[in-house]
C-alpha cells in the first residue's frame, strides 16, 4: 500500500525541517531510545508543535489507519528510527 501524496509537500518539508532542529537541540537525548541495533537510532518525537498537529489525522492516512483498525484509533507515541 502506498500513501503517495497523502500530506502537502510543504508541510511535510516543514516536519522534516522541525525533526532535524529537534535533533540538533539540547532536548533531543532527552528522547532517545537505547540502541536499537548497530548504526541505527531511535528518537521518541516530543508532544509538541509542529509534531503534535493534525498531519496523520487527515485525508487518506487517516482513512487507511480507520480502515485497518477497523475504528476509531488514538495516536500515543511517534517515533523516528534512522539507519
Known amino acids: 500500500m502506498f500513501l ?7 508541510q511535510v518539508q516543514a516536519y522534516a525541517d522541525a525533526y532535524q532542529r529537534f535533533l540538533s537541540s539540547t532536548e533531543a537525548i532527552k528522547f532517545r531510545y537505547p540502541i ?31 480502515a485497518f483498525l477497523r475504528g476509531s484509533f488514538k495516536m500515543e507515541l511517534q517515533c523516528v528510527s534512522r539507519i
Open 4 to 10: 503517495d501524496n497523502a500530506a502537502p509537500r510543504e
Open 36 to 66: 536499537q541495533g548497530k548504526g541505527r537510532f531511535e528518537h521518541m518525537i516530543p508532544f509538541a508543535p509542529p509534531f503534535n498537529e493534525t498531519l496523520h489525522l487527515n485525508g487518506p492516512l487517516h482513512a487507511t489507519l480507520r
